[in-house]
């Protein structure tokens, strides 16, 4: 056992707004004799009363969540439970959120796209203390550590600029997305996901809606951290 418990299996509660997803992962931790499915939930709220009553020795989180995002939610994990690791499976791009998501306090990232057994083996990753990210990313990591932030001469430090929330909605306008369905998606107001626009327009330094969204797609496409 990774823990040295010999026959008690680690606790796994497991946030995401799609059931489907919810089930899959629960049937394949389940197939692992040292690990359990204690509880799910799939949203903020719902996730912290459940994360609270069965006290899991990991959490996974998806990162669209009801009622805010896996980035809120990992910071209140934090705060509330500071040695309680989080794993992000997510759709989104890892090129996009595992930074993100590691300074928030997650120990992790695995996209949805990998096989079932790496994320068997983040998880128990992640329960030995270690951190799980793809290569690429391990990569940028180590070249930010070794230059320092701002200093790549790139549109990072530029895009660093932007909040978590931003930076979710930039990338969502970048799909092709519109206020509606942006505000649909996170549980927002139309003028609430408006103004957001606009605090990314100024940070960014961009003219108007037009180019906020070509420079939102031309980001997603070219995969761009």
Request: glycine share 12%; charged share 30%.
């Amino acid at each position: 056992m990774s823990d040295g418990k010999k026959g008690v299996a680690r606790k796994v509660v497991i946030v995401d707004d799609h059931p489907i997803v919810r089930t899959g992962l629960a049937k394949v931790i389940g197939l692992e004799p040292d690990l359990t499915v204690c509880g799910d939930a799939s949203g903020v709220e719902d996730a912290l009363k459940v994360i609270e009553s069965h006290q899991p020795d990991v959490v996974i989180v998806d990162l669209s969540l009801r009622g805010g995002n896996g980035i809120d939610l990992i910071k209140e994990m934090k705060q509330r439970w500071p040695l309680m690791p989080a794993l992000v499976v997510s759709v989104h791009d890892e090129a996009f959120f595992a930074e993100r998501v590691l300074k928030a306090g997650a120990r992790g990232y695995v996209t949805k796209g990998e096989p079932s057994q790496k994320v068997v083996d983040s998880i128990r990753e992640v329960l030995n203390g270690g951190i799980c990210v793809g290569e690429k990313v391990a990569s940028q990591m180590i070249g930010l550590f070794v230059r320092g932030p701002g200093n790549d001469g790139s549109a990072r430090s530029t895009m660093d600029e932007l909040t978590d929330r931003e930076f979710e909605i930039f990338e969502m306008l970048g799909q092709g997305l519109g206020s509606r369905r942006i505000a649909e998606r996170l549980g927002l107001s139309i003028k609430t996901v408006d103004s957001h626009r606009e605090n990314i327009k100024k940070k960014l330094k961009l003219s108007g809606a037009a180019e906020l969204l070509r420079h939102a797609i031309q980001w997603v496409q070219q995969g761009q951290v």
